[in-house]
Nanobody, 127 residues
Framework: QVQLVESGGGLVQAGGSLRLSCAAS????????MGWFRQAPGKEREFVAG???????YKADSVKGRFTISRDNAKNTVYLQMNSLKPEDTAVYYC?????????????????????WGQGTQVTVSS
């Protein structure tokens, strides 16, 4: 069982920055692929960014050049640095872990491929 706890959400003005953190339990965190998803009111959950166990990153087109995902295996934590935030980035952001053995450059983007989820953290960007 893996427990994920997100933090770092909040209210920010357009153009501002936030850094989300996701702390994971378990001794095999370094083997997990990790992802960030978001869900805005009335919309489906969507993939934002993911990072493989090897550190390979993949991001949605909507956040390329603005968001960065990283991981610190010593701290069992994955981060999402969000810069140049826009009102359309407003959503609940979820951290997810997937434990399937995959290649070093494989980053799933479908939510059903992730096994564990955090409770979510709200990000609100005002215009």
């Amino acid at each position: 069982q893996v427990q994920l706890v997100e933090s770092g959400g909040g209210l920010v003005q357009a153009g501002g920055s936030l850094r989300l953190s996701c702390a994971a339990s378990g001794r095999t965190f370094s083997r997990y692929g990790m992802g960030w998803f978001r869900q805005a009111p009335g919309k489906e959950r969507e993939f934002v960014a993911g990072i493989s166990w090897s550190g390979y990153q993949y991001k949605a087109d909507s956040v390329k050049g603005r968001f960065t995902i990283s991981r610190d295996n010593a701290k069992n934590t994955v981060y999402l640095q969000m810069n140049s935030l826009k009102p359309e980035d407003t959503a609940v952001y979820y951290c997810a872990a997937e434990t399937t053995q995959r290649g070093p450059t494989v980053v799933p983007s479908a939510s059903h491929e992730y096994d564990y989820w955090g409770q979510g953290t709200q990000v609100t960007v005002s215009s």
